[in-house]
């Protein structure tokens, strides 16, 4: 097929890597990618949807040389900030930072480049040059709506008091926006802000009511279906078991290079990478979504999808090919050298899938008080991805499949592959268990690990802020003071309808 390939020319190389993405062959698509990438042709500002195909597979090198191709047919505002916003989401944040400091330096009144820049200032830790840029954002003319996304950025960075005129400010904005379905967007995002706002200040009724009008608006637009998310948590625990396992095809990859930490968003999981990630052999981490382009060519994760996949042609060597191109896409985001954490959210869900690839891959799975994931989740604005957290009844219900999951595999697995930490156990005991999970994925003990919080690197999830801390049990119990208001998640986590 290599010989094939390399008698096309660019345009036709691109022409036929989008059939072979369309036929979920990753690797034949990754291939015609970097033969019109080696051939050049003149595709001018369309070398843009070719970046684009490249970061959906995983393909940072392409997609960034792409990138580059549609600046040199002629930068736009939009395309500069589209390749800042790949460098950034390829790993490469500083050298996102710089192309936006540019982008701001041609365009100091645009407001997009300078909400990306604040941004990556945030997860390099710039915090004063990150608000200096969002109150910018706020005096704009020419942002008479839109200033709500500065102040959500805002809103996680600090902590409000009771005569902070920061919340005057967004209660005004909030008024203009009204309730328009147009400006629902805005709307939902600027409640999320004002939520945190009276929270910090103790209001806690006029926090919960934020929260709650922010979540049920974003509910509109939510593509969860709790019937649908239980079937496929029955569909795994049902068929998953060890026999099945034993008759799928086997991997011949012996690799231990990615640690997987598992567990719901806001249980620790970002703690437990950036301890990880202080460690002199673990290079770095991130919630990288690699598994899922590199098993493009399996269609699904239940046993039936994972069935039918298998036995076709190559089926034999799947396995191992998808834990090859997995590793391949490790190395583009993260390079070649030292082990990398990979915190995906939702790979409890395919877990079986990636221990069938990677046999040697070690997990550590968080647990937490339920509760308290939950009332960190519902007062947390997730951009796209995570539609259960728009109510409390459909956060009761993702959790009670999530249960189910963790009871399966920590049956399933082997009992050395799957560590489980309690949050709060780590909180209050973070010597001993710091040293579990560094024995655990088979790191000897560093002394600079307890620093974890000195670490420089960007941090890109919700927890930014928390991770750059050393360890504390307030947000741990947060959630008690929200207990009354929580009863449709208890009612469905319990079952009770």
Same mark, same amino acid.
């Given at each position: 097929?290599?010989?094939?390939?390399?008698?096309?020319?660019?345009?036709?190389?691109?022409?036929?890597?989008?059939?072979?993405?369309?036929?979920?062959?990753?690797?034949?698509?990754?291939?015609?990618?970097?033969?019109?990438? *080696?051939?050049?042709?003149?595709?001018?500002?369309?070398?843009?949807?070719?970046?684009?195909?490249?970061?959906?597979?995983?393909?940072?090198?392409?997609?960034?040389?792409?990138?580059?191709?549609?600046?040199?047919?002629?930068? +736009?505002?939009?395309?500069?900030?589209?390749?800042?916003?790949?460098?950034?989401?390829?790993?490469?944040?500083?050298?996102?930072?710089?192309?936006?400091?540019?982008?701001?330096?041609?365009?100091?009144?645009?407001?997009?480049?300078?909400?990306?820049? $604040?941004?990556?200032?945030?997860?390099?830790?710039?915090?004063?040059?990150?608000?200096?840029?969002?109150?910018?954002?706020?005096?704009?003319?020419?942002?008479?709506?839109?200033?709500?996304?500065?102040?959500?950025?805002?809103?996680?960075? =600090?902590?409000?008091?009771?005569?902070?005129?920061?919340? $005057?400010?967004?209660?005004?904005?909030?008024?203009? &926006?009204?309730? $328009?379905?147009?400006?629902?967007?805005?709307?939902?995002?600027?409640?999320?802000?004002?939520? =945190?706002?009276? #929270?910090?200040?103790?209001?806690?009724?006029?926090?919960?009511?934020?929260?709650?009008?922010?979540?049920?608006?974003?509910?509109?637009?939510?593509?969860?279906?709790?019937?649908?998310?239980?079937?496929?948590? !029955?569909?795994?625990?049902?068929?998953?078991?060890?026999?099945?396992?034993?008759?799928?095809?086997?991997?011949?990859?012996?690799?231990?290079?990615?640690?997987?930490?598992?567990?719901?968003?806001?249980?620790?999981?970002?703690?437990?990478?950036?301890?990880?990630?202080?460690?002199?052999?673990?290079?770095?981490?991130?919630?990288?979504?690699?598994?899922?382009?590199?098993?493009?060519? &399996?269609?699904?994760?239940?046993?039936?999808?994972?069935? $039918?996949?298998?036995?076709?042609?190559?089926?034999?060597?799947?396995?191992?090919?998808?834990?090859?191109?997995?590793?391949?896409?490790? !190395?583009?985001?993260?390079? *070649?050298? @030292?082990?990398?954490? #990979?915190?995906?959210?939702?790979?409890?869900?395919?877990?079986?899938? &990636?221990?069938?690839?990677?046999?040697?891959?070690?997990?550590?799975?968080?647990?937490?008080?339920?509760?308290?994931?939950? %009332?960190?989740?519902?007062?947390?604005?997730?951009?796209? @991805?995570?539609?259960?957290?728009?109510?409390?009844?459909?956060?009761?219900?993702?959790?009670?499949?999530? #249960?189910?999951?963790?009871?399966?595999?920590? *049956?399933?697995?082997?009992?050395?592959?799957?560590?489980?930490?309690?949050?709060?156990?780590?909180?209050?005991?973070?010597?001993?268990?710091?040293?579990?999970?560094?024995?655990?994925?088979?790191?000897?003990?560093?002394?600079?690990?307890?620093?974890?919080?000195?670490?420089?690197?960007?941090? +890109?999830?919700?927890?930014?802020?928390?991770?750059?801390?050393?360890?504390?049990?307030?947000?741990?119990?947060? %959630?008690?003071?929200?207990?009354?208001?929580? *009863?449709?998640?208890?009612?469905?986590?319990? @079952?009770?309808?």
């Amino acid at each position: 097929m290599t010989d094939t390939i390399q008698t096309l020319d660019g345009a036709q190389a691109v022409n036929a890597a989008v059939q072979a993405f369309q036929a979920r062959d990753r690797d034949a698509c990754a291939a015609l990618l970097a033969r019109a990438v *080696k051939a050049n042709p003149p595709l001018g500002a369309k070398w843009g949807s070719v970046s684009r195909m490249a970061a959906t597979i995983g393909e940072a090198t392409l997609a960034l040389i792409a990138s580059r191709r549609t600046l040199e047919a002629g930068p +736009t505002a939009e395309t500069l900030l589209a390749h800042a916003q790949l460098l950034q989401q390829t790993g490469r944040t500083e050298e996102g930072r710089d192309q936006a400091a540019a982008l701001v330096r041609q365009r100091p009144n645009d407001p997009a480049a300078l909400h990306f820049l $604040a941004t990556a200032q945030v997860q390099l830790g710039q915090a004063e040059e990150a608000q200096a840029n969002l109150r910018r954002i706020m005096t704009l003319p020419t942002v008479a709506f839109g200033a709500e996304n500065a102040w959500h950025v805002l809103a996680d960075m =600090k902590t409000f008091t009771a005569d902070d005129p920061d919340v $005057a400010a967004m209660e005004a904005l909030l008024e203009r &926006i009204g309730t $328009a379905p147009e400006r629902r967007d805005g709307r939902t995002v600027l409640l999320y802000a004002l939520g =945190k706002a009276y #929270d910090d200040q103790g209001r806690l009724d006029a926090a919960f009511a934020a929260f709650d009008e922010a979540a049920r608006l974003q509910k509109v637009s939510s593509a969860y279906d709790a019937d649908k998310a239980d079937r496929y948590v !029955d569909a795994v625990v049902g068929g998953w078991d060890r026999a099945f396992m034993d008759g799928l095809p086997k991997s011949d990859c012996d690799s231990d290079r990615p640690i997987f930490v598992l567990g719901l968003p806001r249980s620790g999981t970002t703690l437990v990478e950036q301890i990880l990630v202080s460690h002199s052999a673990v290079k770095d981490g991130a919630e990288a979504n690699l598994f899922r382009p590199a098993a493009m060519a &399996i269609p699904g994760y239940t046993p039936a999808e994972v069935t $039918a996949a298998l036995p076709g042609p190559n089926g034999a060597a799947l396995p191992g090919r998808v834990a090859r191109s997995y590793l391949h896409l490790l !190395d583009e985001r993260f390079g *070649k050298d @030292g082990r990398v954490v #990979d915190k995906t959210l939702n790979q409890t869900r395919m877990l079986g899938l &990636i221990h069938q690839c990677l046999p040697k891959a070690k997990f550590v799975w968080l647990r937490r008080h339920p509760a308290g994931i939950a %009332w960190s989740c519902f007062r947390t604005r997730f951009a796209r @991805g995570v539609d259960w957290t728009r109510s409390l009844e459909d956060i009761g219900r993702h959790f009670r499949g999530e #249960d189910r999951l963790w009871a399966h595999w920590t *049956k399933v697995l082997p009992p050395e592959t799957l560590l489980t930490v309690p949050y709060e156990a780590l909180v209050a005991d973070p010597d001993t268990w710091m040293r579990r999970i560094l024995e655990h994925v088979g790191l000897p003990w560093e002394d600079q690990v307890r620093d974890f919080h000195k670490t420089d690197r960007a941090v +890109t999830t919700a927890s930014f802020a928390q991770v750059r801390k050393p360890l504390y049990s307030k947000s741990a119990t947060a %959630w008690k003071r929200y207990e009354d208001k929580l *009863k449709p998640f208890f009612d469905a986590y319990e @079952g009770r309808r």
